[in-house]
């Protein structure tokens, strides 16, 4: 007779290990659906950044290729439920990649026009590049911040270690 009851609850045991093993590698996909399309919108701008051009119309099109891949990464994100009624990693990523895409559209191609004057540009052209770069820089790392904490919160919660990306220490050397 105990024999009977042990087997059931063993059963349930393996059941409940079973779930949690599922939500956690579930857990495991949707993160690491977030971070490839972050890395794409990465390697977008690794290009733009690395371009050794005075071309301008050659780094244009590199900036336009960010924004494009914005688009596409931020489909996919937002195509993304709520992880287990909560989306909080999802929409803080969202508001990460809407940053890089409106930084993309607004400041980069005012930076782009400005140096598109070349010899004519003036104090005042250089020192608004200064601003803007700064601007985008701290707003930039505010929100990386917030998608970092986003996910080493979404991380424990689901029993995963998070990896460096590969692409990290390119970015990392960029940003020195």
């Known amino acids: 007779?105990?024999?009977?009851?042990?087997?059931?609850?063993?059963?349930?045991?393996?059941?409940?290990n079973s779930c949690d093993l599922n939500k956690q590698q579930n857990a495991l996909d949707y993160n690491n659906t977030i971070v490839d399309e972050q890395m794409k919108i990465m390697e977008k701008f690794i290009t733009f950044i690395e371009l050794d051009t005075e071309d301008m119309d050659e780094m244009d099109a590199a900036?336009?290729?960010i924004v494009k891949q914005c688009k596409i990464s931020i489909d996919v994100v937002e195509k993304l439920p709520a992880f287990d009624g909560d989306a909080s990693f999802r929409d803080?990523?969202?508001r990460l990649f809407r940053f890089y895409q409106q930084s993309s559209e607004v400041a980069y191609k005012e930076m782009i026009d400005i140096l598109r004057k070349g010899e004519l540009m003036t104090e005042e052209d250089e020192e608004r590049l200064v601003t803007i770069n700064e601007e985008v820089t701290k707003?930039?790392?505010?929100?990386?911040?917030?998608?970092?904490?986003?996910?080493?919160?979404?991380?424990?919660?689901?029993?995963?270690?998070?990896?460096?990306?590969?692409?990290?220490?390119?970015?990392d050397?960029?940003?020195e």
């Open 63 to 65: 900036r336009q290729e």
């Open 1 to 16: 007779m105990k024999l009977s009851l042990f087997i059931p609850l063993s059963l349930l045991l393996v059941l409940f």
């Open 139 to 171: 707003d930039e790392a505010e929100l990386d911040a917030q998608l970092s904490q986003a996910q080493e919160v979404f991380s424990k919660k689901y029993n995963f270690q998070l990896e460096k990306p590969e692409i990290q220490d390119k970015i």
């Open 173 to 175: 050397a960029i940003n």
């Open 92 to 94: 803080t990523a969202l």
